[in-house]
T-cell receptor, first 114, second 115 residues
Framework: NAGVTQTPKFQVLKTGQSMTLQCAQD?????MYWYRQDPGMGLRLIYY???????DKGEVPNGYNVSRLNKREFSLRLESAAPSQTSVYFC?????????????FGSGTRLTVV | AQSVAQPEDQVNVAEGNPLTVKCTYS??????LFWYVQYPNRGLQFLLK??????LVKGSYGFEAEFNKSQTSFHLKKPSALVSDSALYFC?????????????FGTGTQLKVEL
């Protein structure tokens, strides 16, 4: 089925460890996004990419880096994980040439940093 | 800047009763408005959107939302709630004039439908 695929689904890290969250979409969308979801705070934008080769900071970029490897893939890297980065991470994509297009979300990565 | 507020953390409704989940927004230009639903351990799923035209928008699973420009609101409604509607609901806004590609989400409202 077409959509947004995230890996892994679950991950436990020790403080200071690094990891990369992978995201791929097969809908030929231009824009891709990384959000984190925390109780009572909704979804907050970490980074986004309006097109292949470009990335921009969102609301909460500190402690993260991203790579838009090609049109399909957008990865999120934690260089030195901290307990404050315990969260559920969602990747999304959108086709912005269509007026008012919304987002398609992946199923999420539940990350725990101990 | 664009923002959206969901004033209720939780809404409780009896099955068969009408439900309303509230959302107000703030944008500089014209708004594109969205509702998404999240079931436990799942990603967000699109329910409906307002772009232009009729103020009453119909979406998936019998949900509808009413756009009110004067009150800057976009409340989600359903005439008869089902237990299976229990989930986390997010309102989102995109400034059609100035917001670029980004959606801004509210903090979410937990809907609980009881027998």
């Amino acid at each position: 089925n077409a959509g947004v695929t995230q890996t892994p689904k679950f991950q436990v890290l020790k403080t200071g460890q690094s990891m990369t969250l992978q995201c791929a979409q097969d809908m030929n969308h231009n824009s891709m996004y990384w959000y984190r979801q925390d109780p009572g705070m909704g979804l907050r934008l970490i980074y986004y990419s309006a097109s292949e080769g470009t990335t921009d900071k969102g609301e909460v970029p500190n402690g993260y880096n991203v790579s838009r490897l090609n049109k399909r893939e957008f990865s999120l890297r934690l260089e030195s994980a901290a307990p404050s980065q315990t969260s559920v991470y969602f990747c999304a994509s959108s086709e912005d040439r269509e007026v008012g297009y919304g987002y398609t979300f992946g199923s999420g990565t539940r990350l725990t940093v101990v | 800047a664009q923002s959206v507020a969901q004033p209720e953390d939780q809404v409780n409704v009896a099955e068969g009763n009408p439900l309303t989940v509230k959302c107000t927004y703030s944008v500089s230009g014209n708004p594109y408005l969205f509702w998404y639903v999240q079931y436990p351990n799942r990603g967000l799923q699109f329910l409906l959107k307002y772009i232009t035209g009729d103020n009453l928008v119909k979406g998936s699973y019998g949900f509808e939302a009413e756009f009110n420009k004067s009150q800057t609101s976009f409340h989600l409604k359903k005439p008869s709630a089902l237990v299976s509607d229990s989930a986390l609901y997010f309102c989102a806004v995109r400034d059609a004039t100035w917001g670029g590609n980004k959606l801004t989400f509210g903090t979410g409202t937990q809907l609980k439908v009881e027998l």
